[in-house]
C-alpha cells in the first residue's frame, strides 16, 4: 500500500491493525491486508512511532502530546499533554503496551504509565532530574524504549540516570545509576544492558543494579540502541557494522557490515537474528547461532 504521504516514523502493529504517521501529523491506519480503513490528525508532526494495542492507536506529537484513537475509526479518544523543555534529543523513543497499559519516557526525565482506553495516568516515576545552568545542560530525555521484565519497568535518560522501579510495589525505584545514554537500553530476564557517553557497553543485574560488565572495544563508534538475541546482545555502530556481544561476560563474538553506512535505528531481536535497517534503508536479518 503507499501511503502518497511522506512516513515521519516507524510502524506499530497489533496483528490486525497498523499504523503509520505522515510528516504532517496524518495518523493512518491499515488492516491486516494492507487496506486503509481510517486517517486522523494528530495535533503536530509525529516522529515517535505509534503503538497499537487494547483498540487503540496511540500517537506522541512533537510538542509532547500523547493522543489515542480508536482502532475501528480513528475517533480521538483521550488527549495527554506534559510541559516540555526548552531542548530535546532528536533521537529514536518508543513507547510500550504491556497488559492495557501504555508505557511512555518523556523529555522531562519522567516516565508514565497510562490506560490505553481511558488515558488516566496509573502512575509516573522520576528516571532523572535535570541539572545546570543552560538548556543544553539540562536535556534529560528518556531515551529508547521502556524495558519491562516481570514487575520491573527500567529506562535510561540522556545526562541523568539508568533505573529499574518495581510497579508491583507501586514504583518504588529498586535501584539506579548515574548514566547517560541517548538510544535507550535493551534487557533480558537476567541483565539490562546499555552504552554511556563514551559508546562503553553495561551491563547491569536487573534484580540489584550490580555492575555484571564492561566492554570498551566499542568505544566512540556511535552506537545504536542494543537488542537481545539469542545467546548475545547486538548493537550497530557508524560504519554500519552490527557487533555481538556475549550476554554472559561482555565478550565480542563478532561482527558484520551490512552495507548501507550507519546504523541509527533500534535493532530487532528476533529468535533467528537480529533486523537492522541501513540509513540508505537496507533490511538485513543477521543470523545468530
Same mark, same amino acid.
Not at 488515558?119 to 534529560?140: F, H, M, N, P, Y
Not at 514504583?171 to 539490562?192: I, K, M, R, T, Y
Not at 552495507?259 to 545468530?288: E, F, K
Given at each position: 500500500?503507499?501511503?502518497?504521504?511522506?512516513?515521519? =516514523?516507524?510502524?506499530?502493529?497489533?496483528?490486525?491493525?497498523?499504523?503509520?504517521?505522515?510528516?504532517?501529523?496524518?495518523?493512518? +491506519?491499515?488492516?491486516?491486508?494492507?487496506?486503509?480503513?481510517?486517517?486522523?490528525? !494528530?495535533?503536530?508532526?509525529?516522529?515517535?512511532?505509534?503503538?497499537?494495542?487494547?483498540?487503540?492507536?496511540?500517537?506522541?506529537? *512533537?510538542?509532547?502530546?500523547?493522543?489515542?484513537?480508536?482502532?475501528?475509526?480513528?475517533?480521538?479518544?483521550?488527549?495527554?499533554?506534559?510541559?516540555?523543555?526548552?531542548?530535546?534529543?532528536?533521537?529514536?523513543?518508543?513507547?510500550?503496551?504491556?497488559?492495557?497499559?501504555?508505557?511512555?519516557?518523556?523529555?522531562?526525565?519522567?516516565?508514565? +504509565?497510562?490506560? =490505553?482506553?481511558?488515558?488516566?495516568?496509573?502512575?509516573?516515576?522520576?528516571?532523572?532530574?535535570?541539572?545546570?545552568?543552560?538548556?543544553?545542560?539540562?536535556?534529560?530525555?528518556?531515551?529508547? +524504549?521502556?524495558?519491562?521484565?516481570?514487575? @520491573?519497568?527500567?529506562?535510561?535518560?540522556?545526562?541523568?540516570?539508568?533505573?529499574?522501579?518495581?510497579?508491583?510495589?507501586?514504583?518504588?525505584?529498586?535501584?539506579?545509576?548515574?548514566? *547517560?545514554?541517548?538510544?535507550?537500553?535493551?534487557?533480558?530476564?537476567?541483565?539490562?544492558? !546499555? *552504552?554511556?557517553?563514551?559508546? /562503553?557497553?553495561?551491563?547491569?543485574?536487573?534484580?540489584?543494579?550490580?555492575?555484571?560488565?564492561?566492554?570498551?572495544?566499542?568505544?566512540?563508534?556511535?552506537?545504536? +540502541?542494543?537488542?537481545?538475541?539469542?545467546?548475545?546482545?547486538?548493537?550497530?555502530?557508524?560504519?554500519?557494522?552490527?557487533? @555481538?556481544? *556475549?550476554?554472559?561476560?561482555?565478550?565480542?563474538?563478532?561482527?558484520?557490515?551490512?552495507?548501507?553506512?550507519? /546504523?541509527?535505528?533500534? @535493532?530487532?531481536?528476533?529468535?533467528?537474528?537480529? @533486523?537492522?535497517?541501513?540509513?540508505?534503508?537496507?533490511?538485513?536479518?543477521?543470523?545468530?547461532?
Amino acid at each position: 500500500m503507499n501511503a502518497a504521504k511522506r512516513l515521519s =516514523a516507524g510502524v506499530g502493529a497489533d496483528g490486525t491493525t497498523v499504523a503509520v504517521a505522515a510528516a504532517d501529523g496524518t495518523v493512518i +491506519a491499515l488492516n491486516d491486508q494492507g487496506v486503509e480503513m481510517w486517517t486522523a490528525k !494528530a495535533a503536530s508532526e509525529i516522529t515517535v512511532p505509534p503503538v497499537v494495542g487494547s483498540g487503540v492507536v496511540v500517537v506522541r506529537s *512533537s510538542d509532547y502530546r500523547i493522543q489515542a484513537f480508536d482502532a475501528r475509526n480513528g475517533n480521538l479518544l483521550w488527549s495527554l499533554q506534559r510541559p516540555g523543555p526548552a531542548l530535546a534529543l532528536k533521537t529514536n523513543i518508543q513507547m510500550e503496551m504491556v497488559d492495557g497499559l501504555l508505557i511512555a519516557g518523556m523529555p522531562n526525565g519522567r516516565v508514565m +504509565a497510562i490506560d =490505553a482506553r481511558s488515558g488516566a495516568v496509573q502512575w509516573e516515576g522520576t528516571v532523572a532530574v535535570s541539572k545546570g545552568a543552560t538548556d543544553l545542560e539540562r536535556i534529560i530525555d528518556v531515551v529508547g +524504549a521502556p524495558q519491562m521484565q516481570g514487575p @520491573l519497568l527500567c529506562g535510561a535518560a540522556y545526562q541523568g540516570r539508568i533505573v529499574c522501579f518495581d510497579v508491583s510495589q507501586g514504583g518504588v525505584p529498586v535501584w539506579d545509576h548515574e548514566f *547517560s545514554n541517548s538510544v535507550g537500553p535493551a534487557s533480558d530476564a537476567q541483565f539490562l544492558y !546499555a *552504552s554511556d557517553g563514551r559508546d /562503553i557497553m553495561h551491563a547491569f543485574s536487573l534484580r540489584d543494579g550490580t555492575p555484571v560488565w564492561t566492554q570498551e572495544g566499542l568505544r566512540n563508534r556511535k552506537l545504536s +540502541a542494543p537488542a537481545v538475541v539469542p545467546q548475545a546482545v547486538a548493537v550497530g555502530d557508524y560504519e554500519g557494522f552490527v557487533h @555481538l556481544l *556475549s550476554r554472559s561476560d561482555g565478550r565480542l563474538l563478532g561482527r558484520v557490515s551490512v552495507g548501507g553506512g550507519a /546504523i541509527t535505528s533500534p @535493532l530487532v531481536g528476533t529468535d533467528r537474528g537480529v @533486523l537492522v535497517q541501513a540509513r540508505n534503508g537496507n533490511l538485513v536479518l543477521v543470523g545468530v547461532n
